[in-house]
């Protein structure tokens, strides 16, 4: 696959988790235009304003995570970073435990993190949580997120992914062969196990 199909593939993963917020939004105004009962339109000013809050947050994470994020060499603060992730999950059935010093990292490592904090959320089909660890050294790349919760697991397609075992076939497929990418440019070992009950991923 050359890049241009690659970024296709992206593109397209992009606009798919944008869809259903952007949609929830505009079906809430068409309930506020026509709309003239007070609790109706109470109910689709909610949807308006959760869904807009939604549709924000995934592209904050995203412009981030799938985007090109600076200049070659450029730094990202981990405590930003947290807070994409953290608003990325807010209401939804995963819960994030955030445990990361406020110290500056490679954009790659950085992206590294949030990519692998999207697929461990993946991982927990009924919900969870996922904590995120990393060192108290800025000099020391690494970290470890766990996934949590009834019924996590890893798809073995992801798993193949993350260990460059596959290649892309459609734009739900593209996140993890991504991460692979930006795994294997920052040399980060980055390794993924499973048990009952929580899904584990470490890097460095």
Known sequence: MNDLEFSAFLVSRVCHDLVSPLGAVVNGLEVLEDERDHAMRANAL???TSSAAQALARLQFMRIAF???????????????????????????VALH???????????????????????????????TVQIETGPDPAV?????????????????????????????????VQPVLTWRLAKGVNAGLTVAAREGRVEFTAG
């Open 46 to 48: 909610k949807v308006v």
């Open 141 to 173: 790349m690494g970290f470890k997120i766990v996934a949590a919760g009834q019924g996590a697991r890893v798809v073995e397609d992801v798993e193949r992914a993350l260990k460059g075992e596959t290649a892309v076939s459609d734009a739900r497929g």
């Open 98 to 128: 955030w445990e990361a010093p406020r110290v500056n990292w490679p954009k790659d490592w950085a992206k590294l993190v949030m990519n692998t904090a999207l697929i461990a959320a993946d991982c927990l089909p009924r919900g969870g």
């Open 67 to 93: 985007g090109a994020a600076g200049s070659a060499g450029a730094e990202l603060d981990l405590g930003e970073v947290g807070r994409l992730v953290k608003e990325l999950f807010e209401g939804s059935k």
